[in-house]
């Protein structure tokens, strides 16, 4: 009986796998055609100067609408799309995106931000990165500081040798590196510092509970010295309450981002943010 028990266990775990591996396998193959039929689309969310209150940036954050399942997270979809190889057409085609909406404000005389896209580590390692995703922008026909690229810090730990050159490519062709979700990796400070970084995102997990945990507190204080002392921004994550942007105001981060100014919008609102005093 009881080994009976256990085969039945068995059969349960792996028909639960196989469920879980055809749901996977299924929106791999959903995600492969996403693409050409228009279920993707770029959310914006705002950087804000933390002494100013303006509009200093933007970050453009990906949005798949599934005709069946719905709305489905990039936490979900991305890591899919990383492990199918997809991450690289879908990489190209954000960044497409993103340039020819800053075309379009451009020529529509809104006021220029940089704006942010996420890299994945699967794009990093493609061959002539920095080349092609030059030559992406250029062909828009817009300057390479338009765009600001997001690295995650876990990332440095799985990319090759040459990463640091990579990054010195991206960096001399004119994009702005970010250092994301920081704090949740672990690369070493001596490595940080031989990185082209220009800024610095502390991870939302240590700005959720800074006004009441001591520990956070410590930590997005200590980031900030040391990013500063590499003459580096801090931007931190997820700012959601005023108790939460004064303690980072104290810390002396110079940007944010969270829903206590804006949520990730469409393009429509996020242009909002952009619109030029009136001139009198
Ligand atoms: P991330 O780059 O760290 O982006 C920040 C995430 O925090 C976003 O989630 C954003 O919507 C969310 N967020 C912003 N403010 C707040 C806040 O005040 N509170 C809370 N709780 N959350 C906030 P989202 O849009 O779901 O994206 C998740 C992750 O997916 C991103 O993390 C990024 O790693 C990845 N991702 C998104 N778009 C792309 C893309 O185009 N390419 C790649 N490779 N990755 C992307
Ligand atoms: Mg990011
Ligand atoms: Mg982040
Ligand atoms: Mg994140």
Known sequence: ?????????????????????????????????ALAKGQLTMYYQPKVSVSSGEVVGMEALLRWSHPQIGFVSPADFIPVAEESGLINEIGDWVLHQVAMQQR????????????????????FGQ?????????????????THFIELELTESMLMDIGGDSIRVMDQLNEAGFDLSLDDFGT??????????????SLKIDQSFVRDIDTDENDEAIVNATAVLAHAMEMK???????????????????????????????VPESIAVTYLQRESAI
């Open 127 to 143: 061959k002539n990165f920095a080349e092609k995703i030059q030559s992406i922008v250029r062909n828009v026909g817009i300057p």
């Open 234 to 264: 801090v931007i931190a994550e997820g700012v959601e309450t005023q108790a939460q942007l004064d303690f980072i105001r104290d810390l002396h981060c110079e940007e944010y981002q969270g829903y206590l100014f804006c949520r990730p």
């Open 1 to 33: 009986r009881a080994k009976d028990a256990g085969r039945n266990r068995l059969e349960y775990y792996e028909a639960a796998m196989n469920a879980k591996a055809v749901q996977r396998l299924q929106l791999e193959n959903d995600l492969r055609s």
């Open 104 to 123: 379009i404000w451009l020529s529509q005389g809104y006021r220029i931000v940089p704006v942010a896209v996420n890299l994945s580590v699967r794009q």
């Open 185 to 198: 990796g672990y690369s070493s400070l001596s490595r940080l510092k031989l990185l082209p970084m220009k």
